[in-house]
């Protein structure tokens, strides 16, 4: 690409040179500039995670006391409701039934 290549406005114009290498002073603007980007950018960050935290908060509070008496409900029912034993008066071990099964209590199978 030739050196004089026409570029459109407000591109590259900062930074292009003619080819020779940046000068102390320009390297020092850009690290200064580069370093003011960066802290802009993460006081940008903590101000926006600051203010999703509020937001999220807040809207958490709203919807538990929106929902308390709902909660409450369920509450009681689940308290209130009977509980029910396992089938044949075992155990339900992780949906597994355990029972104990005497001599006397065995079931004959039909041969």
Partial sequence: MPSNY?????????????????SLWQKIVAAV???A?????????????AVLLTVGAVFWGWFMWK??????QMYEMRN?????????G??????EV????REEQEVHKPR
């Fill in 37 to 49: 980007v960066f802290v802009l950018a993460l006081m940008f960050s903590v101000v926006l995670f």
């Fill in 90 to 95: 075992g155990v339900v071990i992780e949906g």
């Fill in 67 to 72: 929902t308390r008496a709902l909660r409450s």
């Fill in 80 to 88: 209130r409701a009977p509980r029910r034993a396992a089938p044949g």
């Fill in 33 to 35: 500039v580069t370093g």
């Fill in 6 to 22: 026409r570029r459109p406005f407000g591109y590259g114009r900062v930074f292009v040179s003619s080819g020779k290498p940046l």
């Fill in 98 to 101: 355990i029972r104990e099964v």
